[in-house]
């Protein structure tokens, strides 16, 4: 039987977003986000999303666009820049709920509703103020002894969107740089999986650029597969573009007051990805 044709678009896939949704991001800090998703939800009605994340200028794009009622993170840095402005800025004025955790935790997390099972035991957290600002978290006392530890519940997500190197139509998908950050575990904790991809190739192509151990993201895991050409710009996507500082710069410096904000949406976010494109190369 052949495998079905997973192709998309960027705007179906944002279409079937639901407000008060809870939605996972892939990549981490200011590295391979999938940013011209972000654009579009950022000019999509939807609004009092739950974003779960690793979180760069995905969560603060979303909380200057005024679509986010809690943040679910481990942190939200562009790296460079230690915070994102944007999210602070909406932390600072209560704009947005927190829900913080260190990233070993927000990884078990995630392997907790990739597992499905109801909560992962972990040592982290225990003696730290995690556990009093996050009142919700339990522990439980080991049942092979007396040690008592935290028991994280699962971060089930009902969407979830990442950007790789190269995919194909079947929904298969290749990280080509560094590392694969933790996409896999964003796409299995999801009810709804897409993946946006820099360029698609012929399945048999997938292991000219890299070896079997990049193919970590297979069809079973995705719902749907979008092309799009610098499709994590302005975050890095290695090899196929580093980070780039001028971009972040700008974007940060949007922060500044809503007349910046303003300037930077009209430029950069209400843009079909081809207007994108051109500002970039230009």
Request: glycine share 8%; hydrophobic share 40%; with cysteine.
């Amino acid at each position: 039987m052949t495998a079905p044709d997973l192709r998309t678009t960027i705007d179906e896939a944002v279409a079937e977003l639901r407000d008060g949704m809870t939605i996972g991001f892939g990549g981490w800090g200011s590295r391979r986000k999938p940013m011209a998703v972000i654009r579009a939800i950022a000019r999509s009605p939807v609004k009092d999303l739950t974003i779960a994340s690793y979180g760069g200028p995905d969560v603060g794009m979303l909380c200057a666009a005024g679509k986010v009622k809690r943040v679910v993170f481990g942190f939200v840095t562009l790296d460079s820049i230690p915070l994102d402005p944007h999210f602070r800025a909406a932390r600072e004025s209560g704009a947005v709920e927190a829900t913080e955790m260190d990233e070993g935790m927000f990884y078990l997390s995630l392997l907790a509703a990739s597992w499905r099972v109801p909560f992962l035991p972990t040592r982290a957290g225990l003696g730290s103020d995690v556990m009093r600002i996050n009142p919700t978290l339990k522990t439980v006392r080991s049942p092979y002894g007396e040690e008592e530890v935290v028991a994280l519940p699962p971060l089930r997500l009902d969407a979830a969107f990442v950007h790789l190197n190269r995919g194909d139509r079947r929904g298969n998908a290749q990280f080509l740089g560094p590392d694969l950050y933790f996409d896999d575990l964003f796409l299995s904790a999801a009810e709804r999986r897409f993946v946006t991809c820099e360029r698609l190739v012929e399945t048999e192509d997938l292991l000219s650029e890299g070896s079997v151990h990049t193919l970590r993201i297979n069809r079973t895991m995705v719902d749907g597969i979008v092309e799009v050409p610098l499709g994590a710009h302005f975050t890095s996507c290695e090899p196929d573009y580093p980070v780039p500082g001028r971009w972040l710069k700008e974007y940060a410096g949007a922060a500044a007051d809503s007349d910046a904000w303003s300037a930077y949406r009209k430029r950069f976010v209400d843009v079909s990805d081809e207007d994108y494109r051109a500002v970039v190369d230009s």
